[in-house]
Every structure is written in C-alpha cells, then in structure tokens.
C-alpha cells in the first residue's frame, strides 16, 4: 500500500495551536499538506504555511461553531479535530486547600470545553461519512499526580469521554482516540524543566532518558489523522518516552 500515512488536502482544525505541542502539531500536519485551521485564545497572525489561525476561546462553543460553520462552506469536508487546548493550575498544596475557581476553569477548559467542540465539528464530520478525532490527554490520565487534582481529573474525563464518543460514532465512520504525551518541553512545564532537579527526576522515570519535545507528537498524529489508523478506534497512544511503561525507576 502506497502512501498510507497521506494527510494531503484534509482538513484539520487543531485547538491550543499557538502553544508548544499545538503549534508542533499544526506545523507537522501542514508541511504535509494537510490544510490546518489553528485555534487559541491568542493567535500570531492570520495566515503561515498552510495553517489559518482564528482566535477562539474552546469554552465558548458558539464561537467554535461557527468556526466549523465557515470551514465547511468553504471545503464541504472537516477531516480531523485535535483537540489540543489545556491548561494545568497547579496549587502545591494539599488537594483540600485546592481552589473551587481553579477547579472548574481546569475542568472547563479540558474537558467541558474538548466535549463542545466534538459536538460542534461531528455534524460536518457525518455529511461525509468519515473523520478522526484526536484528543490531547496525559498520563495523568493513568497515573496519581500531586497537587493538581483537577488537571489529573479532567485528563482522566478525557479519556473516557473520547470511548464514550468513539462508540457512539463508529457507526458514521468517524474514529474517536486520545494521544497521552509525557513529560515534554513547553510553557505548561517550564518550571520543571527549568528546576534542575526537577528536570532529571523526570527525564529518570522515561525508558529513553530524556524529556520530550513537541516534535515527537508530530508522527503519532499523522498516523491517527491519515488513512493508516483507519480501524484504529478508541485507543489511547502514549507518547512518553516509556513512562507509564517503566517498572523500575533507577536512581
Ligand atoms: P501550552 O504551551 O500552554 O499550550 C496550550 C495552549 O492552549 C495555549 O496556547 C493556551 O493559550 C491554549 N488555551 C488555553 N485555554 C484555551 C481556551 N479556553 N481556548 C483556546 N485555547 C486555549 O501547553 P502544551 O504543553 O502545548 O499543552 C498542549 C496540550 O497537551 C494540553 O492539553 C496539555 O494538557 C497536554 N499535555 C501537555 C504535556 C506537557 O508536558 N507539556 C503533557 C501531557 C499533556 P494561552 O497560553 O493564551 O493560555
């Protein structure tokens, strides 16, 4: 089979596009052709390579409906949604003090807001019979993290929100997967990454001994965009490094 991880002409709307991993993704996906609608509450400008940014912000599902409203008009097709946008607030404390406020922008933001745009792009999706959507959780989706109780919740939610919508799709060929990425090098981490000690015991937990770059989210993308993945349906792909993975963290 030639050209099997071909994303040439689809079209894909990608969330939180001005930031590290979404910008790395919309990069990734336009340099191969694929035409990107970039979203995010703040936006560089209009128009570089192949990706058409507009300002959104995710929680407010009219404006993101009418995003796709214009998008499919102008095509008639809307191939792949990535829903990239988060946030993280931690509060290092104890998850009694956590903050009711930080509690529900996180969860708003993550997941409220990830389930809006999947109502509001499957429509366009169903008038072609076809579409992947991509879901950006964590491996908090897996695993305990500390002080950050929302965070682990909401990427949790995701995960199996993405199943929930996985199964109810299926039946109007559209697939439904997550994408989980470990620790990688963005503004969401950089106080970790900038924190030496912090930086190694990171790096240590991976089976590859490093962090992550937005980069390494570009392949297993285009896999799950493109054709290659086509019986690939409610799955989730961590990209860590073997994080979730590693039985023995050496010192
Ligand atoms: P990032 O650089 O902070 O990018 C997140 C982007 O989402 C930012 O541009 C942010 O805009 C935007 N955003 C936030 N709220 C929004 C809203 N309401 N509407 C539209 N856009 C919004 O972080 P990242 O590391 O690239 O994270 C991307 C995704 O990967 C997130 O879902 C994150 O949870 C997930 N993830 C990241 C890591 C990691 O190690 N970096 C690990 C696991 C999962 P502002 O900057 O203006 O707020």
Redesign the pocket.
């Known amino acids: 089979m030639k050209n099997l991880f071909l994303v040439k002409d689809k079209i894909v709307i990608v969330?939180?596009a001005?930031?590290?991993?979404?910008r790395a993704i919309s990069r990734g996906l336009s340099e191969n052709d694929a035409i990107v609608y970039g979203?995010?509450?703040?936006t560089p400008n209009t128009k570089s390579g192949n990706v058409f940014y507009h300002k959104?912000?995710?929680?407010k599902p009219k404006q993101f409906t009418k995003i796709c409203e214009t998008i499919f008009k102008k095509h008639k097709h809307i191939d792949v949604l990535v829903n990239?946008?988060?946030?993280?607030l931690p509060n290092h404390k104890s998850n009694q003090q956590y903050s009711q406020k930080n509690w529900l922008k996180t969860i708003e933001?993550?997941l409220t807001?990830s389930f809006y745009c999947m109502q509001a792009v499957i429509p366009y999706m169903m008038k072609n019979n076809q579409g992947s959507i991509i879901n950006?959780?964590?491996?908090?989706a897996e695993l305990g993290f500390p002080e950050n109780p929302s965070y682990v919740a909401s990427?949790g939610g995701l995960k199996m929100l993405s199943k929930s919508f996985a199964k109810d799709c299926g039946i109007h060929g559209i697939r439904v997967n997550n994408i989980?990425?470990?620790?990688?090098k963005?503004?969401?981490?950089k106080n970790s990454f900038k924190n030496k000690k912090l930086k190694k015991t990171r790096e240590k937990h991976t089976m590859l001994n490093r962090w992550g770059t937005?980069e390494d989210l570009i392949g297993p993308t285009i896999f799950l965009a493109s054709d290659s993945s086509r019986y690939v349906t409610g799955q989730d792909i961590y990209v860590d490094g073997g994080w979730l993975a590693n039985g023995l963290v050496s010192d």
């Open positions: 969330t939180g001005n930031g590290g991993i979404g979203i995010d509450l703040k959104c912000d995710v929680s990239c946008a988060g946030i993280s933001v993550n807001a950006i959780t964590s491996i908090n990427k989980g990425p470990g620790y990688i963005t503004d969401m981490t937005p």
